[in-house]
């Protein structure tokens, strides 16, 4: 294991996005989110004042992954504990199963009216501030409420909205919004999102109740009845965060936590609870080209469809979730069940899924220097999200409820007041008891697999947080729309020797880009002790658009 405080550190794998300070750190999938951030860092806030500031910021400049129109995940370490935050919203008092067949639906859509659920976001940034922000609430939306004036198309936002054209149509709500000339934006070219600035003026003014209790509620419900979605004022005004508690599992001496059900978070543990039943590679196998084991490599993607089987199983709201159905997925035992039933040598029959593919996610980190850290991550799930987008307040909806099971057997059924199986899948890694790094990574279902990747890369093979997040990554993944988990990507980076052994066991190898976004953008800060201080380093994703920052 890599020694966080050497004083003659290896070189690392990759030319490093590395940043460095003594007094916080920020990371996200856009520098001028993640400069926003810094900025209320700079000004006195503390780690929870810059995590919001930098997802406001990120709600404009990344729109198509995440907004207010989404839900987020939080866990945050106050220098003495670490609290959970569960911001997702719950479908409609409205939503049963019988209406939603009554409305002609045979499965639930990736897409439209039925797929909004209340959006969650929002509510825990206001609740977070609340119980441990320092600056004034209007101070950490105003870096957003200025880039909704005015911020440069970047390659990133082009491509995504391009390629939202094709789904949402033209002449769409979303298109009155994001794509308003009837044309491809320009490079550098100024992108305004007026309403979207308004809005956040109002909550800035009001505070974040307006969006469910006050005149943004008000307009939130008039539009969405309008486009058919069962959610009503009622919903909004009943929604609530969750304080949690973490859920956590030892990997080689070290603790790894994420956030509980109906987060995610459970199934990446138990991903790592069936890695470290085998031995893994040595860390000189670990280099540019990825991992230069076939069989970790392959064993890491049969046990991750076993985890993902277990995922539709067991994971939905916590308070829908079958009795024992936690402490199974966190188990050390159940972690050498699954490990005993892979086959080291041969690929073994994946189960289809019930639940969609896919998803757009941002995940960003805060620390500061009274010792805070954030691990946050928010989503409007499927790109811009459910295609509903209301010009007046310019906030896209979430199509989370996509992940309900029109099946009443199933434990993730569609159900009044019930919050989904979530993707999202926040991280923090302990070592001796107090925070190490901090980490997380967009990427729909795959989560999971890129959060074991990255902290097998820097507990196992030793990396440093820069090369961890940019060596090449694998993935297991569906054919189609609730297929099977059968195919398995390999970024192109990877060697050709690494696919044809693992071919040989029986992969069906797809190769996606070099440094393509599909495999997740993950972003890390880790936390160095020098003595009876301690500093930054952070990097982020070079899939992303994102750029560390540190003061």
């Given at each position: 294991?890599a020694q966080?405080d050497s004083r003659?550190?290896a070189?690392?794998l990759?030319?490093?996005l590395l940043a460095?300070?003594l007094?916080?750190?920020?990371v996200?999938?856009?520098?001028?989110?993640?400069?926003?951030?810094?900025?209320i860092l700079?000004a006195?806030?503390n780690a929870?004042?810059?995590?919001?500031?930098?997802?406001?910021?990120?709600?404009?400049?990344?729109?198509?992954?995440?907004g207010l129109?989404?839900?987020?995940?939080?866990?945050?370490w106050?220098?003495?504990?670490?609290?959970?935050?569960?911001?997702s919203?719950?479908?409609?008092?409205?939503?049963?199963?019988?209406?939603?067949?009554?409305?002609g639906?045979e499965?639930m859509?990736l897409?439209?009216?039925?797929?909004?659920?209340?959006?969650g976001?929002?509510?825990?940034w206001?609740?977070a501030?609340?119980?441990f922000?320092?600056?004034?609430?209007?101070?950490l939306l105003?870096?957003?409420i200025e880039?909704a004036r005015g911020?440069p198309?970047?390659d990133g936002?082009?491509?995504?909205?391009?390629?939202a054209?094709?789904?949402?149509g033209?002449e769409?709500?979303?298109?009155?919004?994001f794509?308003?000339h009837?044309?491809?934006?320009?490079p550098g070219?100024?992108v305004?999102?007026?309403?979207?600035?308004?809005?956040l003026?109002r909550?800035a003014?009001?505070?974040?109740d307006d969006a469910?209790?006050g005149?943004?509620?008000t307009q939130?419900?008039?539009?969405?009845?309008?486009?058919?979605?069962p959610?009503?004022?009622?919903?909004l005004?009943?929604?609530s965060?969750?304080?949690?508690e973490?859920?956590?599992?030892?990997?080689?001496g070290?603790?790894?936590?994420s956030?509980?059900?109906?987060?995610?978070?459970?199934?990446a543990?138990?991903?790592l609870?069936?890695?470290a039943r085998?031995?893994?590679p040595?860390?000189?196998?670990f280099?540019?080209a990825?991992?230069?084991?076939?069989?970790?490599v392959?064993l890491a993607l049969?046990a991750?469809?076993?985890?993902m089987a277990?995922r539709d199983t067991?994971?939905t709201d916590?308070?829908s979730m079958e009795a024992g159905a936690?402490e199974l997925?966190?188990?050390?035992?159940?972690g050498?069940e699954?490990?005993?039933?892979?086959?080291p040598?041969r690929v073994l029959p994946?189960r289809?899924?019930?639940l969609?593919?896919g998803g757009?996610t941002?995940?960003?980190?805060?620390?500061?220097?009274?010792?805070?850290?954030v691990?946050?991550?928010?989503?409007n799930?499927?790109?811009f999200?459910?295609?509903?987008?209301?010009?007046?307040t310019?906030?896209?909806?979430?199509?989370r409820g996509?992940?309900?099971v029109?099946?009443p057997s199933h434990?993730n059924?569609?159900?009044?007041?019930?919050?989904t199986?979530?993707?999202l899948?926040?991280g923090m890694?302990?070592?001796?008891?107090q925070?190490?790094?901090v980490?997380g990574?967009?990427g729909?279902?795959?989560?999971?697999?890129v959060?074991?990747?990255?902290?097998?890369a820097?507990?196992?093979?030793?990396?440093?947080?820069?090369?961890a997040?940019?060596?090449p990554?694998w993935?297991?993944d569906?054919?189609?729309?609730?297929g099977?988990?059968v195919?398995?990507?390999?970024?192109r980076r990877m060697r050709?020797a690494?696919?044809r052994d693992l071919a040989s066991?029986?992969h069906?190898?797809?190769?996606?880009?070099?440094?393509?976004s599909g495999f997740?953008?993950a972003?890390a800060?880790?936390i160095v002790p020098?003595?009876?201080s301690?500093s930054?380093?952070?990097a982020?994703d070079p899939?992303s658009e994102?750029?560390?920052a540190g003061?």
């Amino acid at each position: 294991m890599a020694q966080a405080d050497s004083r003659t550190p290896a070189p690392p794998l990759v030319p490093p996005l590395l940043a460095r300070g003594l007094r916080g750190a920020v990371v996200s999938p856009h520098h001028l989110a993640s400069q926003a951030g810094l900025g209320i860092l700079r000004a006195g806030g503390n780690a929870v004042d810059a995590a919001i500031a930098t997802n406001v910021a990120l709600s404009v400049v990344s729109s198509y992954m995440c907004g207010l129109g989404g839900d987020a995940f939080w866990l945050i370490w106050d220098g003495r504990r670490l609290h959970g935050l569960n911001g997702s919203g719950r479908a409609s008092r409205n939503a049963t199963i019988d209406a939603a067949t009554a409305r002609g639906l045979e499965r639930m859509p990736l897409r439209g009216p039925w797929t909004v659920t209340v959006p969650g976001a929002i509510r825990s940034w206001g609740d977070a501030h609340v119980r441990f922000g320092r600056l004034p609430w209007p101070d950490l939306l105003a870096p957003a409420i200025e880039l909704a004036r005015g911020f440069p198309a970047s390659d990133g936002w082009i491509r995504s909205v391009e390629r939202a054209a094709g789904t949402y149509g033209t002449e769409s709500d979303w298109a009155a919004v994001f794509r308003p000339h009837g044309r491809s934006w320009v490079p550098g070219e100024r992108v305004e999102l007026r309403g979207l600035g308004a809005t956040l003026e109002r909550l800035a003014g009001e505070g974040a109740d307006d969006a469910y209790r006050g005149q943004l509620a008000t307009q939130a419900v008039e539009y969405l009845r309008s486009r058919g979605s069962p959610l009503d004022a009622e919903d909004l005004a009943r929604h609530s965060s969750d304080w949690t508690e973490p859920v956590a599992t030892d990997y080689r001496g070290l603790r790894a936590t994420s956030h509980a059900p109906n987060s995610s978070g459970p199934v990446a543990l138990e991903l790592l609870n069936v890695l470290a039943r085998f031995e893994p590679p040595p860390p000189g196998a670990f280099g540019p080209a990825g991992i230069d084991e076939a069989r970790w490599v392959h064993l890491a993607l049969e046990a991750a469809r076993l985890c993902m089987a277990d995922r539709d199983t067991y994971l939905t709201d916590p308070d829908s979730m079958e009795a024992g159905a936690l402490e199974l997925l966190l188990a050390a035992r159940h972690g050498a069940e699954l490990a005993s039933r892979l086959d080291p040598e041969r690929v073994l029959p994946a189960r289809p899924s019930p639940l969609p593919a896919g998803g757009g996610t941002v995940y960003l980190a805060t620390t500061d220097r009274w010792g805070g850290a954030v691990s946050l991550i928010e989503s409007n799930y499927a790109g811009f999200g459910s295609g509903l987008v209301d010009a007046r307040t310019g906030i896209a909806y979430q199509n989370r409820g996509a992940f309900f099971v029109l099946d009443p057997s199933h434990r993730n059924a569609l159900a009044p007041h019930k919050r989904t199986m979530h993707t999202l899948t926040p991280g923090m890694l302990f070592r001796d008891g107090q925070p190490w790094i901090v980490h997380g990574s967009m990427g729909g279902e795959i989560q999971p697999q890129v959060f074991a990747q990255f902290v097998s890369a820097v507990v196992d093979g030793g990396l440093d947080i820069a090369s961890a997040l940019a060596l090449p990554r694998w993935a297991a993944d569906v054919e189609e729309h609730h297929g099977p988990p059968v195919v398995t990507h390999l970024e192109r980076r990877m060697r050709d020797a690494l696919a044809r052994d693992l071919a040989s066991r029986g992969h069906r190898i797809e190769w996606g880009g070099a440094f393509d976004s599909g495999f997740g953008h993950a972003h890390a800060i880790e936390i160095v002790p020098d003595g009876a201080s301690t500093s930054f380093a952070a990097a982020t994703d070079p899939r992303s658009e994102g750029l560390p920052a540190g003061w």
